[in-house]
Each structure stands twice: as structure tokens, then as C-alpha cells.
């Protein structure tokens, strides 16, 4: 059985030991780490199987795990991600938005070169990275637009210096329009999905967001128009939020728990 470190215990962290735990991935969790020991602690107390609690993020590679999954934040990606690889382990990475810092994306890049290890990048909450991946080279054109409850939105820096306030939007309303370097930066909590896109596709100066705040809506939905020489694709997905996280979305944990399934797997592979 595949060993696994677990670096963030919150919503989306608690839902991957809980499907290691229950055998739907056939794995063990051995080791843990969170920012909030209380938040380490509350996960393992759920469990049947304890992992071990680990002091720092660097220990959690430094025990002899297969893959680390990172389910924390864009800086537990900048912190950790270069000692998880030189240790020799794969790193499954879920805040995808800090990979679109060129330095970032480039030392990691090489380090699973030079060290002969893997990272993964579940899709999240969008479909359709299959089919962008394999016309990007004839894309021309790609979009997402993305609408979400004020309360998922809340908290981003994008507010920090915005006259916007979430709580007096009484319809829906477009409140970012830019690049996807522009939105990861702006909103790192809320739309890996444009970080997925961009990598996926023609990068993130040409992958264009809009964000769209909307009162009347219980769901987390993403439309995504991609075209070029080789025709045109639309994609849109509803999601519903996850219960313990407004801010992600239900099927961003699913599919991470999918990855981690087939990472840990001998069968048929379905798709690229």
C-alpha cells in the first residue's frame, strides 16, 4: 500500500483521510502536519487509523511517504513543495494558483526532473482539462467565468483595495474582470480553476476571468469557452459548495480523492 502525508487539515484535507481511512483509496495516512495543531488534532481524532502528527511541513517528506497531498494554501506550495521533491517524493499540490509565479513553476519544474518524481494537479472543479490539453496548441482563445455567493468570495485580497462591498450586492454583478495571473493573485482562495485552465491551455496573461458575485445562486459555477483552429469547445459546470467550505467547491474534493485513487491504483485508466 501507498504511504501518504497529509500538509493541511482543513475541509478538503479532512475529506482525503477520510476516504484513505475508509479504504475508497486503498492507502495509508501516516503522517500529518496543519499550521493549527488543533486542526491536526480534530482530523485524527476522526479517524480509525491514527496518522502521526508532525512538528513541521519538512518532516513530513522526511518520513518514508510515497506522495505528499498539499490541501493548505498557496504558501505551504512556496514553503514546501521544492524539500517535498527533493526528498524523493511525489507532491499531489490542491492550491494550483501559486504555480502560476513563473519562479515558482520553473524550480519545480526541475526538481521533478532532477530528482525523478512527480507532481499532480487534480482539475478541481472544472471538466474538460482533457480536451483543452490536447488542443493547446491551436487554441487561440480561452475564458472562464465564474459566479459564486458573496459569502464565497469573502476574505480575498481583491477586497483589500476594492470600494466593493459583498454585503450590499443585491443582484448579480460582475466584480473582477482581468488575466488569470491577475485573478489567482487577487482571489487565492477562491479560483485555482483559472490557474488549472491557464496551465492546461495558452498560459495565464491570455487566459481571461471574470468573476461574478451573485446572491440568488446556492452554487459555484464556471463557464469556460475555448476556441481555435481546431473548432470551438464550451464547457459549464454548477457546482454545489462544499458544506464545510463555502469557498470550494464539492467536486474540487472529489476529484482530488479521484486522483489520489488512481495514483494509488493498478487498473484501466480511463481518459489522458
Known amino acids: 500500500m501507498k504511504k501518504i502525508g497529509l500538509l493541511g487539515c482543513g475541509a478538503i484535507g479532512t475529506q482525503i483521510a477520510l476516504a484513505i481511512d475508509s479504504g475508497k483509496i486503498s492507502a495509508v495516512l501516516t503522517h500529518v502536519y496543519d499550521d493549527s495543531k488543533d486542526a491536526s488534532s480534530r482530523l485524527v481524532e476522526k479517524l480509525k487509523n491514527k496518522p502521526e502528527i508532525v512538528e513541521n511541513f519538512h518532516l513530513l517528506s522526511s518520513h518514508p511517504v510515497d506522495i505528499v497531498v498539499e490541501a493548505a494554501s498557496q504558501n505551504a506550495v512556496r514553503d514546501a513543495a521544492l524539500s517535498v521533491l527533493q526528498n524523493k ?14 519562479s515558482i513553476y520553473d524550480v519545480l519544474s526541475d526538481a521533478c526532473k532532477d530528482f ?5 494537479l487534480p482539475s478541481g472543479a472544472i471538466a474538460g482539462l482533457d480536451a483543452i490539453k490536447s488542443v493547446r496548441d491551436e487554441l487561440e482563445s480561452i475564458s472562464i467565468t465564474t459566479t459564486k455567493h458573496p459569502r464565497s468570495l469573502k476574505g480575498a485580497k481583491f477586497f483589500e483595495t476594492s470600494d466593493i462591498d459583498l454585503d450590499l450586492i ?3 454583478t460582475i466584480i473582477f474582470q482581468g488575466t488569470a495571473k491577475q485573478a489567482v493573485s487577487l482571489f487565492p482562495a477562491n479560483i485555482n480553476v483559472a490557474a488549472l485552465l491557464s496551465l492546461s491551455g495558452i498560459g495565464s496573461e491570455k487566459t481571461k476571468v471574470t468573476i461574478v458575485a451573485d446572491p440568488n445562486t446556492d452554487k459555484n459555477t464556471h463557464h469556460i469557452e475555448a476556441g481555435g483552429k ?6 459549464t459546470i ?8 463555502p469557498k470550494t467547491s464539492r467536486l474540487a474534493t472529489l476529484s482530488a480523492i479521484e486522483t489520489l485513487r488512481k495514483y494509488c491504483s493498478n487498473e484501466i485508466q480511463i481518459g489522458t
Open 89 to 102: 517524493r511525489d507532491l499531489m499540490i490542491m492550491s494550483v494558483g501559486a504555480l502560476l509565479d513563473e
Open 230 to 235: 481546431f473548432g470551438k469547445m464550451t464547457f
Open 170 to 172: 443585491n443582484k448579480s
Open 238 to 245: 454548477e457546482n454545489f459548495p462544499d458544506p464545510t467550505n
Open 116 to 120: 525523478k518524481k512527480t507532481i499532480y
